[in-house]
């Protein structure tokens, strides 16, 4: 059974970079698509980006100038970098695995990252 | 970019069936697919593809999708089925993900 754990600080400074890492055990990330997605504290998700397997990358237009997704297959870990960050990053941070058919079948328990000096 | 509009809540009686509606331009030519969300707890899906239902999913809840609209039906409520519920297409195009806006179901 494939299992996600997030990982990373739950408090950043305004300005300063979020860096979160998702360790997937129970399977390989070198195949699917491996995303990461928010939810502001009482509000809807929002999907962040994701990371292929081929190492490729896609982000959510409205980050796409902060946002950097990366991944370590040795480790098999992905990461999210956002850089600049303000309260309004302040949130609950998913990973997930997308299947082939575009569905989230797997889901880290997410952790929250507060943004505040 | 695309946008997926969800009403906010939806009230239901026990043992009625409660239909969430996820509106988005021509969302019949996509896939959608539904996740549950209770309170403290990740999403989990409980329809794919339109109208699959992963297994451990009980047969209560279906889906549907034509035109503007995609539908999650979920039958002889019960108290444990009170979530929020979110709607969700990916862009194979863009490899790009949407979520509707939510919608959290109450049992009366």
């Known amino acids: 059974q494939v299992q996600l754990q997030e990982s990373g600080p739950g408090l950043v400074k305004p300005s300063e970079t979020l860096s979160l890492t998702c360790t997937v055990s129970?399977?390989?990330?070198?195949?699917?698509?491996w995303s990461w997605i928010r939810q502001p504290p009482g509000k809807g998700l929002e999907w962040v980006g994701s990371v292929v397997y081929s190492g490729s990358t896609n982000y959510n237009s409205s980050l796409k100038s902060r946002v950097v997704i990366s991944r370590d297959a040795s480790k098999n870990q992905f990461s999210l970098k956002l850089t600049s960050v303000s309260a309004a990053d302040t949130a609950v941070y998913y990973c997930?695995?997308?299947?082939?058919?575009?569905?989230?079948?797997?889901w880290g328990q997410g952790t929250l990252v507060t943004v505040s000096s | 970019s695309y946008v997926l509009t969800q009403p906010p809540s939806v009230s239901v009686a026990p043992g009625q069936t409660a239909e969430i509606m996820c509106g988005g331009a021509?969302?019949?030519?996509?896939?959608v697919h539904w996740y549950q969300q209770k309170p403290g707890q990740a999403p989990m899906v409980v329809v794919h593809?339109?109208?699959a239902r992963p297994s451990g999913i009980p047969e209560r809840f279906s889906g549907s999708n034509s035109g503007n609209t995609a539908t999650l039906t979920i039958s002889r409520v019960e108290a444990g089925d009170e979530a929020d519920y979110y709607c969700?297409?990916?862009?194979?195009?863009?490899?790009?993900?949407?979520f509707g806006t939510g919608t959290k179901v109450t049992v009366l």
């Open positions: 021509n969302i019949g030519s996509r896939t």
């Open positions: 997930a695995r997308l299947l082939d058919g575009g569905h989230f079948d797997r």
């Open positions: 129970g399977g390989s990330i070198s195949s699917y698509y």
């Open positions: 969700h297409v990916w862009d194979s195009g863009t490899d790009h993900s949407v």
């Open positions: 593809d339109d109208r």
